[in-house]
């Protein structure tokens, strides 16, 4: 028979060593893809501070009850490393969100730079801990006890997570944010497990909980990637064709009445020539710089769903109050995509043609884009001529 010692080891080892596999095999999935961008490269970080977290909530919850006995400073170093590996992944958490939101913490350096002080201030208090006992001590028993400041560890720790969970949510209310909204949910949803496992861990310290709350969180994230990646163009980072039908559907039914639907289909002009000319490689280049285009000529516009369509034609579709708005959106390419042709100096003249139709309240989606494509034929023949 084992003892409740024994079967405390067995439970806390058995836990953390299933969460550690699921998330290394989560590493391992999202390592496979192809694609490399902000991202990803989020989502790995991510991970790999969840599996780094699970490790040391393991080590650290072991050597606290008395599980293992550790020499001298090294329980103390320990207990600093799981704090520490904590922040490290709340930080995690929140770089990820925003990342995927494309918020302007992640686009700024200065306000990125601003959100490394609390973790920053989190690693000191936990490193100097080891001697002062500020965040956590042990007493002569060598039992785990909080210190005076271990409610600042907290708040450095957890602001993370709250800030990006709250705001993440809020967005997801704002109107103006429809095309992204399951996405704003799910990036708010992903924390709660995270920050209600902390709890429950301080209440049920002997009961390994933090460890099954993160790889939650880390499992939820890992979805949304997925989701992501099927609605997502592989090449320019739109949405895909597929996502663009589901969205038009949805936007269909749901249009208020004071508002217009719009759908511009663009093309690149030449586009053939370029690939024959300069080669697939530039012509994709072309094509993730149209991408570019659309994103940054429309960032202001949260309202503005952009698509890859198929080939060398993009969508936007535009729900607005004002017509003026739409009317307004190919003058916006046109400067945008000069501008940036003229910084990357390509090579060859890149330009677009663009039709737009309005949805006039009885159309289905093949007619509604059929408007368009007619449109975007006539601008087509009109600078062919």
Not at 94 to 101: G, L
Request: charged share 15%; with cysteine.
């Amino acid at each position: 028979m084992l003892t409740e010692a024994q079967l405390g080891t067995w439970r806390i080892s058995m836990a953390s060593a299933m969460c550690m596999l699921l998330l290394t095999m989560l590493i391992l999935r999202v390592l496979r893809r192809e694609e490399k961008r902000s991202t990803q490269r989020a989502l790995i970080g991510l991970l790999v501070s969840a599996d780094i977290a699970v490790l040391f909530d393991l080590l650290w919850g072991l050597s606290t009850l008395g599980h293992i006995t550790l020499p001298g400073i090294w329980s103390r170093v320990v207990s600093a490393c799981y704090h520490i590996g904590t922040g490290v992944l709340c930080y995690a958490c929140f770089a990820y969100s925003e990342t995927v939101q494309q918020s302007s913490y992640i686009r700024r350096p200065l306000v990125l730079a601003t959100g490394f002080i609390p973790l920053t201030l989190l690693a000191v208090l936990c490193i100097s801990s080891i001697w002062t006992g500020c965040v956590f001590w042990f007493d002569k028993d060598g039992s785990y006890r909080h210190g005076a400041m271990y409610w600042a560890f907290m708040l450095l720790a957890y602001n993370y997570p709250i800030f990006t969970g709250l705001t993440t949510w809020w967005r997801s209310m704002n109107r103006r944010n429809f095309v992204n909204r399951s996405t704003y949910r799910m990036l708010a949803v992903f924390v709660i497990p995270l920050i209600c496992s902390a709890m429950l861990q301080e209440l049920f310290p002997t009961v390994p909980i933090l460890c099954v709350g993160i790889t939650i969180g880390a499992i939820l994230v890992y979805i949304l990637s997925l989701e992501n990646q099927i609605s997502i163009d592989g090449l320019t980072g739109l949405n895909n064709r597929m996502h663009l039908i589901r969205h038009l559907s949805v936007r269909i039914r749901n249009l208020p009445k004071n508002h217009g639907l719009y759908v511009f289909m663009l093309d690149a002009n030449g586009f053939k020539r370029i690939n024959d000319g300069y080669g697939h490689p530039e012509g994709d280049r072309a094509l993730c710089l149209i991408g570019q285009v659309m994103k940054q000529a429309l960032a202001g516009r949260p309202s503005c769903f952009l698509a890859r369509y198929g080939g060398d034609e993009f969508t936007i579709v535009c729900e607005t109050e004002e017509r003026a708005e739409a009317d307004a959106i190919p003058a916006l390419l046109e400067s945008e995509l000069q501008a940036l042709a003229k910084a990357h100096q390509l090579p060859y003249v890149l330009t677009l043609s663009i039709g737009m139709a309005e949805f006039d309240g009885k159309q289905d989606i093949p007619t509604l884009i059929g408007a368009a494509d007619r449109a975007l034929y006539h601008a087509k023949n009109a600078a062919n001529a």
